[in-house]
């Protein structure tokens, strides 16, 4: 089994050695989310994996510089917005909607466990570079100005298709054909939009209007590298094409080539066997899911799948990773008072020695293309071997805690807390969705003039580590 980091490449369809462009440096590139909803389950199963790349990255001794965006601007956000102002409900502003919506799905990521990324950038605050890379797509006669916006022409790219293994001819014939005489091409796509919508429109060098959606990516990426090529791109698998195909043609289209050393697509996520839709009614969020599952029981399903198969979210299969994660907990628990009085040597020599076997293969099996499910059996295997030992009381104290603690150690890198009786962090007593509902209700009871019910949810909300700050603009709330 390998020794190294080896991972599944999307453009060579192959199990591949990570080799950065700078050894020992990773730049990793995860196209984030486009918040003007809250997040759901999908979307944690893919920044779940992801975290667990990163950090099993980090584990192998690479400095990981992680760049995760945040989709501010989008035709979504727009949309929304507008529907908002329509029917007088609040975050009627696109930027508004997406910051309310990105602070949750921020909260919601860290009580997955999910690290902070290095670089959060937001497209809002990144025109002035978008503006340069599309100036510079042009100058390589790449893309082309009209008067509904600037357009990347895919017939100058022969590379188009690549990633998502399709020929430009397959990609011509399988096209929508939409009705735009200012494209060159049917499928050229938008990479600024010559549209004014209030709240979002920037000046450029073609008009006043906003980036399209794929150049962000391109645009941000670029900007923390420094105009290098990425380490590793990643993202839901849904987003091979268009989107990352567009993004590849883009930045090599500016004349970084490759655009990324390495793909990394994650699987779908479906519920009870079936897609997930709000119209099918199984939309689940990740407020919903904090109802039921805290976030190690979470990261501990998702992982227990390999991140490019499908994956079925079920109550079932929540409940058993749960479950499988108490047991390990129980297992690694030791007891007032236990422990061998008498050790025998020969009993901790083979327990250190079969534990340490597992840990070896839980390291092989993560550095094979971050085969978590096999991992962690080796992880689940030896706490039992623990538990067993423990029965026989044939080792000291101290050996037992000496193989919990090495377990423990493990499940930690993948950012699983599987130390014995951790209370839960206070920030994942009540989801985010949970205090909102809280804070209005105290709202309510201020209007009606009931202090005490408003201050019975304060002390509620504070026990819970959430404090909250009136302003002019309502209740701001953050966790203390
Ligand atoms: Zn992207
Ligand atoms: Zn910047």
Known sequence: MPSVLQLHNTLTERVEPFSPRVAGQAYVYVCGLTPYDSMHIGHARTFVSFDILRRWMAHTGLEVVFIQNVTDIDDKIIKRAKENKEKKRPLAAPLELSAHFDALSRQDMKSLGILAPTHMPKISEHIPQTISLIQKIIANGHAYATQSGVYFDISSFPNYGLLSGQN???????????????????????????EETEGCTYDSPWGQGRPGWHIECSSMSLHYTHGHPLDLHGGARDLIFPHH???????????????SRHWVHTGFLTVNGEKMSKSLGNFITLADAFQKWDGPSMRLFFALTHYRSPIDFSEAALNAAKNTLDNVRRSLTLMEGEGAKQPDEAAERGLTASVDGKLASFTSFMNNDLDTPQALAELIEASKLVARARAENQCSKHALQAGAKKIIQSFAILGIDAAPASAPASSSKLSASEIEALISQREDARKKKDFKAA??????????????????DGVKWRFG
């Not at 397959?170 to 010559?194: C, M, Q, S, T, Y």
């Not at 195909?245 to 655009?259: L, T």
């Not at 949810?457 to 404090?467: E, F, H, M, P």
């Open 455 to 472: 201050d019975a949810i304060r002390k509620q909300l504070s026990d819970a580590g959430v404090i909250l700050e009136d302003s002019k």
């Open 168 to 194: 430009l001819e397959k990609i011509k014939a399988g096209a929508r054909v939409e009705i735009n005489e200012d494209k060159r091409n049917p499928e050229d796509f938008a990479l600024w939009k010559l």
């Open 245 to 259: 195909e567009n993004e590849i043609a883009q930045s090599e289209g500016a004349g970084v080539v490759p655009f």
